[in-house]
């Protein structure tokens, strides 16, 4: 039999766990404290859900369900793979809440501040740090469309890293339509809008010239190109000047609201920043999307944005909602890169017994003992010394013995 | 879109997620400070690992994830079943702790006493208390085989349900072994011993001469239905009667022993008895087992026991394990029956703000809040008494105010 994981799967460690637990426990106790509830959903979704959602690329990275029984061998007579499967792993867990909060809003709270952390799965070609199993750890804020859903939500999920230990780190913020609106003012096609962003979004990379030579060969207007050049050359990406290019002026207000309010909360602990070029790959944003980054480290490690739109789909009535979600899997990474040391619990203790002990006596013993340690009951070696050297390596601070009073302390965590 | 979840899966509210994650949190905090360490492992297993487990009936109830590309393709091509699928979901936590075992033993220490708790899957025909995926809740000691591994996690999963709240339950043993040696012994076929068994399992429903009758019509040799007659006659089900009949006589006194030593530990908190018809249905078992019944509910709250031949398929080499299960899903079912409530963590305080407030001081003024209360922001409805009364619906104890210091208790948890 095969001992392995499955590719781009991956088993956890005791060590390994921990961490994880500790994570996920100091983001909870964040989140919880702010009044967000958490939910579950299955990992199972409809198939026919997961076609029609706006998960992009998503979409061809979903691990499908074979169907059973008569369902399946007339699936298999007909030849067409469509028809193999009905239901899917999930992808992400926004579908999944758009789902529920449909099925489940009479019984919710509004506004609902929800909690989910869980894994989800995607088919990707396995790589360094991207995995087909992994978890996700989202806030999201339905039913609030103001931009104080947004503040809170920065809010909540900034306090969160700071809870695990994380700080200089900056929230990037910008708002869609901000950028459409600068683009559409300048002469660009409304339908051209997602694929010049693409190119926009590469400003950092290959500079002004680039963007206007990306542009040019896809068949973008020539003035347009050049009074986004023009305005490169200006230098001036200020909220202000592109927010003066929209038409809706509220845009540039609210962002700047934004900007402002979560400036005061976050009192120099961590930094926001006006980004132009953000958009975030998900098709489904519709207004403001941030991502949050640490000088340290490249990429983002949190995510997320507006999508007025998802949960129309399934009651076919508009509720705003807003998410963000901590990218469970790099924080760990990280943490587990610096050495992280999980603070202190009871320390590890293990009582050693003999061959001819009085179990119940033991476990007595042990019981006692659990007041002031995490105490593990353990078979005595016959060569004790080697035995404390390996007990010393698995992080166990003391040793008892069922057999006599005497604690020894190893020198773990020293 | 459809807004139900899939068939035999659940959305959990989250009242209902507070209660599993405080009963998980629970089980934990017992495991965890007994020495327990948890683990995790992928949802999906390699398909050839799944089909080749003695996962009895439940091989049949496998969630099987299609192949993809160019796999998939000829696998259609091909028309064979088989052929389609490659991976599928767990069915059980037992299976890939063998697996995980295996792969990673240099890393583990000896014995391993490890946790898991997570979901699983199995394609059921849905019915009450019956679902598709939920949660088990495993300890298991792998590299043990004295009955000190039994001791220790009989003890330990006692603790855990004590510690959620539930007493009043039995710890129902048995041997496997000790049943074979006894009808053995009485001259059953070693080959027909399984069916002999799941008869005899049913002496509390059918009686003794209901076994008898079945057994026959078995077409089990009639001396040995005779002997089993007089046997069950005499009413002598007690632990040395049986005993007395089996050729290994350690095993009467290994279980006894187990029994005694629960029977200080539990020290009148709970009971053990010696159940001498007791199986389970698992095919990997091949000594003691072990069940906990309630008298409040029908059916086992928990259960478990010895599989020593498991994790040798993987490594080729016998690996002693035993493990216990507690039924997640069904202690958490009792307990919302019961009304149980969580004990009391912080209160739940409401701040209420209105439209011109300033946005950053209704998030400091929560924050200075949250040392007595969990606080959810919200806005202030123009029906004051009305919004009071949904607040206090939803379990709020307190409501506070962004421009003024007014405190108002509701009536929550009254």
């Known amino acids: 039999m095969k001992t392995n994981p499955l590719k781009g799967m991956k088993d956890y460690l005791p060590a390994e766990q921990a961490l994880r637990d500790y994570v996920q426990g100091r983001i909870l106790e964040t989140y919880r404290a702010s009044g967000f509830e958490r939910i579950s959903t299955p990992m199972l979704e409809d198939m026919e859900n997961l076609d029609k959602s706006d998960g992009g690329d998503n979409l061809n990275l979903i691990f499908k369900v074979l169907k059973r029984g008569d369902k399946l061998a007339s699936a298999i007579a007909s030849g067409n793979e469509k028809d193999l499967s009905d239901m899917g792993l999930r992808y992400d867990l926004t579908l999944p809440l758009s789902r529920y909060y449909a099925a489940n809003k009479d019984k919710l709270p509004s506004p609902f501040k929800v909690i989910q952390t869980d894994r989800v799965f995607r088919a990707e070609r396995p790589q360094k740090g991207r995995m087909r199993e992994f978890v996700q750890c989202d806030i999201d804020i339905l039913g609030d469309g103001s931009c104080n859903a947004e503040i809170e939500l920065i809010d909540v999920t900034a306090r969160a890293l700071l809870n695990i230990g994380f700080d200089d780190f900056t929230v990037n913020i910008n708002d869609r339509r901000l950028l459409r609106g600068m683009l559409t003012s300048m002469g660009f096609a409304p339908e051209s809008l997602d694929s010049v962003c693409i190119t926009f979004d590469k400003l950092d990379k290959i500079g002004a010239e680039g963007v206007a030579k990306e542009l040019t060969e ?9 009074a986004l050049s023009d305005f490169l050359a200006k230098g001036e990406f200020s909220l202000e000047a592109i927010g003066a290019l929209c038409e809706d002026k509220s845009l540039a207000e609210n962002l700047g609201k934004v900007i402002a309010t979560v400036e005061t909360l976050a009192n120099g602990k961590y930094k926001i920043a006006y980004c132009p070029s953000l958009v975030r790959g998900q098709g489904y944003y519709t207004g403001m999307v941030f991502e949050v980054t640490c000088a340290a480290f490249s990429g983002a490690v949190a995510g997320g944005g507006r999508y007025d739109n998802m949960i129309g789909k399934f009651i076919g009535q508009q509720v705003p909602a807003v998410g963000f979600s901590i990218g469970f899997e790099r924080i760990c990474g990280i943490l587990a890169e610096q050495g992280f040391a999980i603070p202190a619990q009871k320390p590890k203790m293990a009582l050693l017994y003999l061959p001819d002990a009085d179990f119940a006596q033991v476990l007595a013993k042990a019981a006692t003992l659990r007041e002031n340690y995490t ?12 035995q404390f050297g390996t007990l010393e390596n698995q992080g166990f601070a003391a040793v008892a013995f069922a057999d006599n009073d005497d604690v020894k302390t190893l020198g773990a965590n020293s």
Do not use: F, H, I, N
Not at 218 to 226: F, I, L, N, Q, T
Not at 375 to 386: D, E, H
């Open 218 to 226: 896809k068949e973008c207007p020539a003035e347009a190109v050049a």
């Open 375 to 386: 105490v593990t009951v353990l078979p005595q070696a016959k060569k004790l010394g080697k």
